[in-house]
Each structure stands twice: as C-alpha cells, then as structure tokens.
C-alpha cells in the first residue's frame, strides 16, 4: 500500500523517507509568458556531479501537480531509488486558482486545449531546465501521465522523441493524427477494459469529462501500440498472455532491443491510476491487480536514449 505524501510548497524543505534523504520543492516557469508551476522532489546525492534520472508525471484533467503526486507515489518509490521526480501543473482561467488545470493534447481538454497552450514547448523547457538546475542526465528523461495526462505524453513523446527515454500512458489515448515521431521512443501503455472516459473500444467520451474534447473520436486502445511499435520499427509479431490470475492482460510487441512497447489491458480497471489513489471523490476505485508506478519505474529504467 502507497504511503501518505506529505505535500510541500514553497522553499527547499528536507524530510527523510527511507534510505533516502529528500529535497522537495515549488517552483516557477516562465514559458510562453505564461507562468507555470511544477513540484520536484528529488535525492540528495553526495556529489552534485552525479546525473540522475527523471520522471515526469501529468496530471489528468481537472487535476494539479499535487493531484499527480499524490496518485502515482512515486516520491514514495522512485525517489529512494536515485530518480527526481517532477509534477508539473497545466492551466486553467484563473490564475490564482491551484486546481482544475488541463493540458493541450490537441483534441482534448478545456481551457487549454481551446486556447491552444503550448505544452509540449512548456515540457521542452523544463527538461532544459531540470538538466541546468538539478543536474538530470538528458538520456534518461521519463514522462507519464494520466488521462488528459497521458494523452500530454503521447504527444511529448511524438514531438519531443529527441529529448525522452521512454514515456507511459495511463487512460490516455490516441486520435489519429500524431507526427510520426523523430526517434524510437519505448512505450508502456496501461488501459482499464471498464473505462467510460477514455472507452476501450474508442469512440466518444460516456465520463464526466466528454465536454472537455473537442468532438474528435479517440481511436481503439490498442492504437496506442500499434502507433508506437510502428514508430519504433516493431515487427508484426505480438504475444499476449495474462497476469494476476487473469486480472491483466499483457500485449508485448516485438521490437528492436531498447525500442520496447508493452500494452496492460486491466480488465478490472476503469479510469484510475492501478495500485495508486484514487484521483478525485467521484473518481472511479484503482484497480489492485497491476502496481502501475512500480511496473513503470522498472520500464523506465530499463531504457535511455
């Protein structure tokens, strides 16, 4: 079980986790002329020539910086483990308002999608950012996110292929019309089967959030692998088997070494972060049959560029 996250604003504050002192800390930046927020928590290491991994995760949409940590854990997990973890916010109208921020995933969601924020290029200057300030090896930059989020991550990796080791969706989806990314990036992509906001099967949005799109279909689940694999010069061949007593199913393309892509199908999961928290009080429950932050932080670290 995820322990409680203690959530921390403003100036460098230290706490202790297991075997892993941490620096926590609110940040601004300005891109765009837009100032942005984001959340870093990261090891303290004995030498600040040591690069280390990140992790970039996305809150869906309606949610924060916060909302995401608190959902993923991985400052529980990931920290300890030598990565820095970064939650930054989207937008929303109000500028004083912490919550219900969306990201510009081009057909979806609200504020920022219909203002045509620029995401991807706010993302761009983070990871400049983070490998400046915080010492973060650029071959080992990791994004994922949740709904709107992951949608956000699909296309990081897409237009931003030259900056990322691997990302990982989670409820997201694809539309159909993303570039051909640049260089391979390795996917892990997680779908609950009883998902009505991003529904398996494809189509329009049944959830609470249909009115944050723009009307465009999202394709099938299995897109997202196809896409990928394609992109990352797979071959046709996939071996599907099942995990945690059928509780999961696993879609394994094969793909060249370090280009690798893996689909989990939850068949019990709906719109919810598996083995995390739950997102927002008429969220749907997270499934407990896949750990999805720990399956992940084992895929990322797998990979660099």
Request: hydrophobic letters at 40%.
């Given at each position: 079980m995820m322990k409680n996250i203690f959530h921390v604003a403003g100036f460098f504050l230290l706490f202790s986790l297991p075997f892993s002192p941490v620096h926590a800390a609110e940040r601004t930046l300005v891109h765009d002329g837009l100032e942005r927020n984001y959340l870093i928590d990261k090891p303290q290491t004995a030498s600040n020539a040591v690069k280390l991994p990140v992790i970039i995760m996305l809150h869906g949409g309606g949610g924060h910086g916060e909302n995401g940590k608190r959902m993923s854990g991985f400052t529980d997990i990931a920290v300890p483990r030598g990565v820095i973890a970064v939650y930054p916010s989207g937008t929303n109208r109000f500028k004083r308002m912490r919550k219900l921020k969306t990201w510009n995933a081009t057909h979806c969601c609200g504020y920022a999608m219909e203002n045509n924020i620029d995401d991807v290029g706010?993302?761009?200057?983070l990871i400049d950012e983070l490998v400046a300030?915080?010492?973060?090896?650029?071959?080992?930059?990791?994004?994922?996110?949740?709904?709107?989020?992951?949608?956000?991550?699909?296309?990081i990796g897409a237009k931003l292929s030259h900056k990322i080791a691997a990302i990982a969706p989670v409820v997201g989806g694809l539309f159909g019309d993303e570039p051909r990314p640049a260089s391979p990036v390795p996917a892990l992509i997680i779908n609950g089967r009883l998902d009505r906001n991003?529904?398996?099967?494809?189509?329009?949005?049944?959830?609470?959030?249909?009115?944050?799109?723009?009307?465009?279909?999202?394709?099938?689940?299995?897109?997202?692998?196809?896409?990928?694999?394609a992109a990352n010069g797979c071959n046709n061949a996939v071996k599907e088997s099942t995990l945690a007593n059928g509780a999961v199913t696993q879609i394994q393309y094969s793909c060249p070494a370090g280009q690798e892509v893996v689909h989990y199908i939850v068949n019990d999961g709906g719109h919810a972060w598996p083995g995390g928290e739950k997102g927002s009080r008429k969220g749907d429950e997270p499934s407990k049959s896949l750990d999805a932050s720990t399956v992940m932080l084992d895929f990322f670290l797998r990979h660099s560029r």
């Amino acid at each position: 079980m995820m322990k409680n996250i203690f959530h921390v604003a403003g100036f460098f504050l230290l706490f202790s986790l297991p075997f892993s002192p941490v620096h926590a800390a609110e940040r601004t930046l300005v891109h765009d002329g837009l100032e942005r927020n984001y959340l870093i928590d990261k090891p303290q290491t004995a030498s600040n020539a040591v690069k280390l991994p990140v992790i970039i995760m996305l809150h869906g949409g309606g949610g924060h910086g916060e909302n995401g940590k608190r959902m993923s854990g991985f400052t529980d997990i990931a920290v300890p483990r030598g990565v820095i973890a970064v939650y930054p916010s989207g937008t929303n109208r109000f500028k004083r308002m912490r919550k219900l921020k969306t990201w510009n995933a081009t057909h979806c969601c609200g504020y920022a999608m219909e203002n045509n924020i620029d995401d991807v290029g706010f993302i761009s200057a983070l990871i400049d950012e983070l490998v400046a300030r915080d010492n973060a090896d650029p071959k080992r930059i990791y994004v994922t996110g949740i709904s709107n989020g992951a949608m956000m991550a699909h296309q990081i990796g897409a237009k931003l292929s030259h900056k990322i080791a691997a990302i990982a969706p989670v409820v997201g989806g694809l539309f159909g019309d993303e570039p051909r990314p640049a260089s391979p990036v390795p996917a892990l992509i997680i779908n609950g089967r009883l998902d009505r906001n991003v529904p398996l099967e494809g189509g329009l949005s049944e959830g609470r959030g249909a009115s944050a799109w723009d009307g465009t279909p999202v394709k099938p689940a299995t897109y997202q692998g196809t896409f990928w694999a394609a992109a990352n010069g797979c071959n046709n061949a996939v071996k599907e088997s099942t995990l945690a007593n059928g509780a999961v199913t696993q879609i394994q393309y094969s793909c060249p070494a370090g280009q690798e892509v893996v689909h989990y199908i939850v068949n019990d999961g709906g719109h919810a972060w598996p083995g995390g928290e739950k997102g927002s009080r008429k969220g749907d429950e997270p499934s407990k049959s896949l750990d999805a932050s720990t399956v992940m932080l084992d895929f990322f670290l797998r990979h660099s560029r």
